[in-house]
C-alpha cells in the first residue's frame, strides 16, 4: 500500500497533488482547438435542448449544484436534487427532460433509484461518472467519463475538480460554446492548482485553527457549493463541527454560532456584486470577533478583513471555484492530519453507499 501511495503519507493528500494531471485528462480531446467548441465524443449523440435535472449525493451533489448553476448562467432551465429526496419532491419528468446522474463511483443506491425512476418516467438519463461499465454507466442511456483515475481515499477530493470540470464542458455543450476568454480559462485551471499547490499556505492555517470549536465556510453563486464541500471534506476527515452556508443566509440564524473561537472561511473573487455582498457578510463575523479566513485572488479589498489569506489565481467565478476547493481541501487534510485521524478511511463512511 506504501508503494501505492508514491510517498505521500496518505492516498488523500496523493490525490489532491493528482488534480492537475486529472484535470488535464479531464479536458484531453475535448477542446475543437480549430473552432473553439467543445467536443465531447462519449455523448456525441446527445441531443437535448429540454430542462436538465441533475440527481446526486455527498460531493458529487455539490458538482451537480455547480453544474446546474453553470447551465443556467448559459440560459438552460436546469436544477440538481439530492437523490434521496428525488421521489419525495415528487419532481415533474417527461420525455423532455434530461436527468443527469452525477456519480464518481457510479454504484450509488440512491443515485441509480432516481435515475431509475426518471428513465421510467420517460426521460433521458446520463451519467457523470468516473467508472467505465459502472451501474450508472451501464443503465443511463448515454455516459460522460469525468477521467480523474481511481481515487482510493474515501473523502472525494480529484473527482470533485474532474466533476466539476466536466460538468462545465458539459454546459458549454449543451449552450453557446464557449468565448475564447472562456476557453483560455479552462485550459488554464490543470496548471493554476499546480501553482496552489506549490505555494498554498493551507497547512499554516490548520495549524493556526486545528483546536477551534467548529468552522464555517460562506461562499454566493458558484462558491456557495465550494461552501458545502469545504464543510463535508472538514466533518468527514476531523470529525469536527463544520457547516457551509450561503453567504446571505448567515443573518437568518447561523451567526447565531459564529464566535472567536469558530473561524468563517469566505470564498470571494473578483470586484464584482457578488464579491462586495459576501464582504459584508465577513464584516457581520468580524464584527463578531471571529477569526477570517479569506480565499481569495486579491481582486476584491477582502483581505483587508482577513487574519489569513489563501491566495488563487484570478481567473473569474468558475474557474476560481474550482482552486478555492482545493486550498479548502489541503486545509482540511492539515486539521486532519494535525489531530491524528483516519484520514483515508473515515471512521463510519464508505467510499461507495450501495444502500438506500
Ligand atoms: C459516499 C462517499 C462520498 C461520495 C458519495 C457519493 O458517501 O463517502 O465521498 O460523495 O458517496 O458517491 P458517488 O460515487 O455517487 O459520487
Redesign the pocket.
Known amino acids: 500500500e506504501d508503494a501505492e501511495k508514491s510517498g505521500y503519507d496518505h492516498f488523500m493528500l496523493k490525490e489532491i497533488n493528482e488534480q492537475p494531471t486529472a484535470l488535464r485528462q479531464c479536458l484531453r480531446g475535448r477542446i475543437d482547438e480549430l473552432d473553439g467548441t467543445i467536443d465531447l465524443d462519449d455523448i456525441a449523440d446527445l441531443d437535448h435542448d429540454g430542462p436538465i435535472q441533475f440527481v ?6 455539490h458538482a451537480a449544484l455547480f453544474g446546474a448553476e453553470r447551465l443556467r448562467t448559459a440560459g438552460v432551465q436546469a436544477h440538481a436534487y439530492l437523490a434521496s429526496e428525488y421521489a419525495s419532491e415528487r419532481v415533474p419528468v417527461d420525455e423532455g427532460t434530461l436527468v443527469v446522474g ?7 443506491a440512491d ?1 441509480l433509484r432516481a435515475l431509475r425512476e426518471a428513465a421510467r418516467a420517460g426521460a433521458t438519463t446520463l451519467a457523470v461518472t468516473n467508472t467505465v461499465a459502472s451501474s450508472a454507466a451501464r443503465e443511463c442511456d448515454h455516459a460522460l467519463y469525468i477521467r480523474a483515475g481511481p481515487e482510493i481515499g ?3 477530493t480529484k ?1 470533485f475538480a474532474s466533476q466539476q470540470l466536466a460538468l462545465a464542458l458539459l454546459a458549454f455543450a449543451l449552450s453557446d460554446g464557449p468565448t475564447r476568454e472562456e476557453l483560455e480559462a479552462l485550459r488554464d485551471i490543470p496548471g493554476q492548482v499546480q501553482t496552489i499547490l506549490d505555494t498554498t499556505d493551507a497547512r499554516a492555517v490548520a495549524e493556526a485553527y486545528a483546536d477551534a470549536d467548529a468552522y464555517f465556510f460562506i461562499g454566493r453563486g458558484y462558491h456557495y457549493p465550494v461552501a458545502l464541500e469545504g464543510a463535508l471534506k472538514m466533518k ?1 476527515i476531523t470529525y469536527r463541527h463544520a457547516e457551509g452556508f450561503a453567504a446571505g443566509e448567515l443573518k437568518h440564524g447561523p451567526l447565531a454560532l459564529v464566535t472567536q473561537n469558530t473561524p468563517v472561511f469566505a470564498i470571494v473573487t473578483g470586484n464584482g456584486e457578488t464579491a462586495r455582498k459576501t464582504i459584508g457578510n465577513v464584516k457581520e463575523v468580524e464584527a463578531r470577533d471571529a477569526p477570517i479566513v479569506a480565499i481569495t485572488d486579491g481582486e476584491s479589498d477582502v483581505t483587508r478583513y482577513a487574519d489569513h489569506v489563501l491566495e488563487i489565481p484570478a481567473v473569474g467565478d468558475l474557474g476560481g471555484s474550482v482552486l478555492a476547493n482545493v486550498q479548502l481541501q489541503l486545509v482540511a487534510y492539515w486539521v486532519a492530519n494535525l489531530l491524528g485521524r483516519s484520514i483515508d478511511k473515515p471512521r463510519n ?5 450501495t444502500v438506500e
Not at 446526486?56 to 451533489?61: E, L
Not at 452525477?102 to 450509488?108: I, K, L
Not at 463512511?349 to 453507499?353: E, G, T, W
Open positions: 446526486a449525493c455527498g460531493t458529487s451533489y452525477v456519480t464518481q463511483s457510479g454504484e450509488t443515485t474515501v473523502a472525494a473527482t468527514e463512511l464508505a467510499k461507495s453507499v
